[in-house]
Nanobody, 121 residues
Framework: QVQLVESGGGSVQPGGSLRLSCAASGSFASVSVMGWYRQAPGKERDLVANIRSGGTTTYSDSVKGRFTISRDNAKNTAYLQMNSLNVEDTAIYYC???????????????WGQGTQVTVSS
């Protein structure tokens, strides 16, 4: 089994910051991509940012320059530093990881349970 445990969500005022963490645990051989998606009420789940094991990052246009994704491969943990938050960032944030359970096997997507981020004055 593979588990993704998220932490760090909460409520903040516009202009504030939050840091999300996602730790992958369980039995697996390797983790390739780790990332964050978000889903606001009535909207689809969209990519926020992801990072490959080699460090290559991808960001949605809406968060570029404000959010930073990083990763500790030794801990199988990804972090999302969110600065200059605005009300449009309010959503449930889901961690995603592409994991190979056994060496040489294909990768599958796993999801965390989601953490609420609320930006409000």
């Amino acid at each position: 089994q593979v588990q993704l445990v998220e932490s760090g969500g909460g409520s903040v005022q516009p202009g504030g910051s939050l840091r999300l963490s996602c730790a992958a645990s369980g039995s697996f051989a390797s983790v390739s991509v780790m990332g964050w998606y978000r889903q606001a009420p009535g909207k689809e789940r969209d990519l926020v940012a992801n990072i490959r094991s080699g460090g290559t990052t991808t960001y949605s246009d809406s968060v570029k320059g404000r959010f930073t994704i990083s990763r500790d491969n030794a801990k199988n943990t990804a972090y999302l530093q969110m600065n200059s938050l605005n009300v449009e960032d309010t959503a449930i944030y889901y961690c995603n990881a592409r994991v190979s359970r056994w060496r040489g096997f294909s990768y599958s997507d796993y999801w965390g349970q989601g953490t609420q981020v609320t930006v409000s004055s």
